[in-house]
């Protein structure tokens, strides 16, 4: 009888032991998967205020409490920001359709990028300006926007080119505090897709 019950003892401790174990291995094993879906904090939006192709002043406090995908362009880019306003234009249907979140382009061309010119070029791609912003005002405001707040190469070229401005053509993500969260390559798919997946958790988290 004594065999029985010790024996029974050691069946149940053992049963609670592996239980306790997995349960451990559980626990240790969430944070780790939580830190890897966590989407770090690399640096803050300076102030700004330009206009936007509608003709209304923009800045920086008109966007808190959104969250934003930032981009830089100009409308006689030959190349490179027509590919990147057409991977734009094809996450306009994979973003969630909120009030809460915008795309917004600011032009290195703010001479010849007027308000009309940009709503032109806005059409062109499609681009549903409720929810997509473009801006344009002062030059030397917007090269230090882009290099110093976003930390994105700005550079003007050799005019007779058929590039004559030099720029990022990653696509930036702004909280609801303005603070930069993430940079992708707009010219990979891959990158578009976490794009994806970051905008719709940083919408989720807490203001």
Not at 86 to 93: D, F, G, S, V, W
Not at 102 to 110: C, E, G, H, Q
Not at 117 to 130: I, W
Not at 172 to 201: C, F, H, N, T, W
């Amino acid at each position: 009888m004594k065999v029985k019950t010790i024996l029974n003892v050691g069946v149940v401790s053992t049963f609670f032991v592996i239980v306790g174990s997995i349960l451990m291995i559980v626990m240790r094993g969430a944070p780790t998967r939580a830190s890897a879906m966590e989407v770090p904090v690399l640096g803050s939006v300076p102030e700004f205020s330009l206009t936007e192709a509608n003709g209304t002043t923009l800045q920086r406090a008109d966007l808190l409490g959104k969250v934003w995908i930032a981009s830089f362009l100009f409308t006689r880019c030959g190349e490179a920001c027509p590919l990147m306003m057409q991977q734009e234009a094809r996450l306009q249907p994979d973003l969630p359709l909120r009030d809460d979140l915008r795309l917004v382009s600011f032009s290195v061309d703010p001479d010849w990028d007027t308000p009309k010119v940009l709503t032109e070029y806005a059409h062109t791609f499609g681009a549903d300006q409720s929810r997509w912003l473009f801006l344009t005002g002062d030059k030397k405001q917007v090269y230090h926007l882009a290099s110093d707040g976003f930390h994105l190469a700005v550079l003007p070229a050799d005019p007779a080119k058929e590039m004559p401005i030099l720029h990022s053509t990653k696509l930036v993500l702004v909280d609801r505090g303005g603070a930069i969260r993430g940079y992708y390559d707009s010219s990979d798919p891959a990158e578009m897709q976490k794009l994806v997946r970051d905008v719709r958790q940083v919408l989720a988290e807490r203001s």
